[in-house]
């Protein structure tokens, strides 16, 4: 099993305010996993299946979770989503929607595309820590994940 402190989380997100609190919410809860971020949908897609730019990097290191904004440049979180799912390399992978849309059709085909989660950012900084951190301490801490597949397996 994958140490807790080495559980890499990616998140998708092109605002960087929110970037920043999140950030910022992960440290003040002394949730110190490595994060990568990106900043549109085609790079999550390209970090995901170790291609484009994320061409070199280590294929056995996979993220633990992924928390996924909606709105997003290039390719929405949707699609991000869609993509994970048909995927079978990433078709388990944790994926927590992590969005201010009050969209019902967003909350909906979210879960009908597999999420795992959907929150809505809160607009209080405070409840906003509050839930980044009830985030990490849930599936970096508490949530059990298969195992990961190595290649050739």
Not at 27 to 37: A, D, E, G, L, T
């Amino acid at each position: 099993m994958t140490e807790p402190s080495q559980r890499i989380i990616l998140l998708v997100e092109d605002n960087e305010d929110d970037e920043l609190m999140t950030l910022r919410a992960f440290r003040k809860s002394n949730i110190h996993n490595p994060v990568v971020v990106v900043r549109d949908g085609a790079e999550a897609i390209d970090y995901l299946f170790i291609q484009g730019r994320h061409a070199d990097r280590d294929p056995d290191i996979q993220p633990q979770i992924v928390l996924l904004d909606l709105h997003l440049p290039r390719i929405d979180g949707l699609e991000v989503l869609r993509r994970i799912r048909s995927d079978e390399r990433t078709r388990t992978l944790p994926v927590v929607i992590l969005t201010s849309s009050k969209e019902e059709r967003d909350l909906v085909e979210g879960y009908q595309l597999g999420v795992n989660s959907f929150v809505h950012k809160p607009v209080d900084v405070t409840d906003f820590f509050e839930s980044v951190r009830q985030l990490g301490m849930y599936w970096l801490v508490l949530n059990e994940l298969p195992p990961q597949k190595r290649k050739g397996t």
